[in-house]
């Protein structure tokens, strides 16, 4: 097995976890404010932890069916860093 293989190469995994992180906070935020509507920072808070809790359940259930391979895992991410681009597109720099 080759270190080309891995799921990103060694010099832009910091900058690419950074970016995951902040687009799952800003995709899972987006996600509870619509559908729990609650704007207390305490709460919203709380909106990101179960978004994680989402998405590992998600990823367990795309193993248990046999589906969880490199390329899943790279379009969900890529979809979570489009998803969150289109956000911040939407809602502007400053809001």
């Known amino acids: 097995m080759s270190l080309l293989s891995y799921f990103i190469p060694a010099p832009f995994s910091a900058l690419f976890t950074g970016m995951l992180g902040i687009s ?34 998600l990823i367990f259930l795309l193993a248990l069916a046999g589906f969880a391979n490199i390329a899943v895992l790279r379009s969900l991410t890529v979809a979570f860093i489009a998803v969150a681009i289109y956000i911040v597109y939407k809602k502007g720099w400053n809001s």
């Open 24 to 57: 799952m906070a800003l995709v899972f935020d987006e996600l509870g404010l619509r559908i729990i509507k609650q704007h207390k920072m305490h709460i919203r808070a709380l909106y990101f932890f179960a978004g994680l809790l989402a998405l590992s359940l």
